[in-house]
Protein backbone atom coordinates (compact mmCIF):
# COMPACT_ATOMS: atom_id res chain seq x y z
CA UNK A 1 0.00 0.00 0.00
CA UNK A 2 1.51 3.25 -1.11
CA UNK A 3 0.61 5.83 1.77
CA UNK A 4 1.54 9.16 0.25
CA UNK A 5 -0.98 8.04 -2.63
CA UNK A 6 -3.41 7.04 -0.35
CA UNK A 7 -2.95 10.65 1.57
CA UNK A 8 -3.56 12.54 -1.94
CA UNK A 9 -6.66 10.63 -2.65
CA UNK A 10 -8.12 11.31 0.47
CA UNK A 11 -7.10 15.35 -0.01
CA UNK A 12 -8.08 15.07 -3.32
CA UNK A 13 -11.74 13.03 -2.35
CA UNK A 14 -12.22 15.51 0.60
CA UNK A 15 -12.55 18.89 -1.92
CA UNK A 16 -15.18 17.24 -4.38
CA UNK A 17 -17.81 18.20 -2.07
CA UNK A 18 -16.72 22.29 -1.78
CA UNK A 19 -18.52 23.86 -4.47
CA UNK A 20 -16.41 26.64 -6.19
CA UNK A 21 -17.99 29.87 -5.14
CA UNK A 22 -19.63 32.39 -8.31
CA UNK A 23 -16.93 35.21 -9.42
CA UNK A 24 -18.32 38.32 -8.31
CA UNK A 25 -20.56 40.45 -10.61
CA UNK A 26 -17.60 43.72 -12.35
CA UNK A 27 -19.74 46.87 -11.57
CA UNK A 28 -19.20 49.39 -14.84
CA UNK A 29 -17.50 52.33 -13.73
CA UNK A 30 -19.62 55.12 -15.48
CA UNK A 31 -18.28 58.36 -14.23
CA UNK A 32 -16.63 58.98 -17.49
CA UNK A 33 -20.17 59.05 -19.22
CA UNK A 34 -21.88 61.02 -16.19
CA UNK A 35 -18.61 63.60 -16.80
CA UNK A 36 -19.64 63.97 -21.12
CA UNK A 37 -21.52 66.92 -22.18
CA UNK A 38 -24.02 64.87 -24.19
CA UNK A 39 -27.88 64.20 -24.15
CA UNK A 40 -29.16 61.51 -21.60
CA UNK A 41 -30.40 59.17 -24.72
CA UNK A 42 -27.08 59.21 -25.92
CA UNK A 43 -25.23 58.72 -22.04
CA UNK A 44 -28.05 55.31 -22.29
CA UNK A 45 -26.57 53.98 -25.25
CA UNK A 46 -22.93 54.49 -23.72
CA UNK A 47 -23.88 52.69 -20.53
CA UNK A 48 -25.60 49.61 -22.81
CA UNK A 49 -22.96 49.10 -25.16
CA UNK A 50 -19.75 49.65 -23.51
CA UNK A 51 -17.91 48.17 -20.17
CA UNK A 52 -14.83 50.87 -17.95
CA UNK A 53 -15.08 52.57 -21.09
CA UNK A 54 -14.78 50.06 -23.88
CA UNK A 55 -17.11 48.92 -26.29
CA UNK A 56 -18.91 45.45 -25.80
CA UNK A 57 -20.47 45.42 -29.08
CA UNK A 58 -21.45 47.41 -32.18
CA UNK A 59 -24.65 48.59 -32.29
CA UNK A 60 -27.74 47.05 -33.85
CA UNK A 61 -29.36 50.25 -34.90
CA UNK A 62 -28.43 53.03 -36.81
CA UNK A 63 -29.42 55.18 -34.34
CA UNK A 64 -27.23 53.71 -31.07
CA UNK A 65 -24.15 53.05 -33.71
CA UNK A 66 -24.69 56.83 -34.68
CA UNK A 67 -23.75 57.72 -30.69
CA UNK A 68 -20.89 55.34 -30.59
CA UNK A 69 -19.28 56.71 -33.77
CA UNK A 70 -19.80 60.55 -32.27
CA UNK A 71 -18.17 59.18 -28.78
CA UNK A 72 -15.38 57.53 -30.91
CA UNK A 73 -14.85 60.42 -33.33
CA UNK A 74 -13.66 62.24 -30.11
CA UNK A 75 -11.00 60.43 -29.05
CA UNK A 76 -9.30 61.97 -32.61
CA UNK A 77 -7.96 65.43 -32.39
CA UNK A 78 -9.07 68.02 -35.15
CA UNK A 79 -6.62 69.00 -37.38
CA UNK A 80 -4.41 65.77 -37.43
CA UNK A 81 -3.52 63.52 -39.97
CA UNK A 82 -3.38 59.76 -38.74
CA UNK A 83 -2.38 56.98 -40.97
CA UNK A 84 -4.11 53.46 -41.01
CA UNK A 85 -1.67 52.51 -38.21
CA UNK A 86 -2.64 55.02 -35.40
CA UNK A 87 -6.12 54.66 -36.61
CA UNK A 88 -6.20 51.18 -36.04
CA UNK A 89 -4.41 51.13 -32.61
CA UNK A 90 -6.45 53.83 -31.15
CA UNK A 91 -9.67 52.36 -32.06
CA UNK A 92 -8.14 48.62 -30.56
CA UNK A 93 -8.09 50.66 -27.58
CA UNK A 94 -12.14 50.36 -27.06
CA UNK A 95 -12.84 47.74 -29.36
CA UNK A 96 -11.32 44.71 -31.09
CA UNK A 97 -13.12 45.13 -34.41
CA UNK A 98 -11.35 48.14 -35.16
CA UNK A 99 -11.29 47.71 -39.05
CA UNK A 100 -15.09 48.28 -38.73
CA UNK A 101 -15.58 51.28 -36.62
CA UNK A 102 -12.61 52.77 -38.97
CA UNK A 103 -14.09 52.39 -41.66
CA UNK A 104 -18.00 53.56 -40.38
CA UNK A 105 -16.42 56.33 -39.41
CA UNK A 106 -15.44 57.19 -42.73
CA UNK A 107 -18.60 56.22 -44.37
CA UNK A 108 -20.95 58.16 -41.77
CA UNK A 109 -18.80 61.01 -42.33
CA UNK A 110 -17.22 61.39 -38.59
CA UNK A 111 -13.56 60.98 -40.72
CA UNK A 112 -12.26 61.97 -43.81
CA UNK A 113 -9.72 59.73 -45.80
CA UNK A 114 -7.33 60.08 -48.56
CA UNK A 115 -7.68 58.36 -51.66
CA UNK A 116 -5.77 55.23 -51.53
CA UNK A 117 -6.20 54.82 -47.85
CA UNK A 118 -3.60 57.12 -46.91
CA UNK A 119 -3.91 59.35 -44.19
CA UNK A 120 -7.96 60.05 -41.91
CA UNK A 121 -8.25 62.87 -40.22
CA UNK A 122 -11.36 64.39 -38.30
CA UNK A 123 -13.84 66.12 -40.35
CA UNK A 124 -13.79 69.64 -39.89
CA UNK A 125 -16.76 70.76 -37.40
CA UNK A 126 -18.73 72.85 -39.79
CA UNK A 127 -18.67 69.75 -42.03
CA UNK A 128 -19.67 67.28 -38.93
CA UNK A 129 -22.40 64.98 -39.33
CA UNK A 130 -25.22 65.77 -36.67
Excluded: H
Excluded at 67 to 90: C, D, H, P, S
Excluded at 93 to 99: C, K, N, R, S, T
Aim: with cysteine; glycine share 6%; aromatic share 12%.
Amino acid sequence: MNKKRLAEFKAYAAKVDILPQPPEEEISDNAWIDALDCEMNDKKVLIDYTFNGRLTKIPDTEADEMVILRWLATKFQGGMRYNEKQINAMISEFYGDYASLRRNLVEYGFMRRERGGGDYWLTPENEQVG
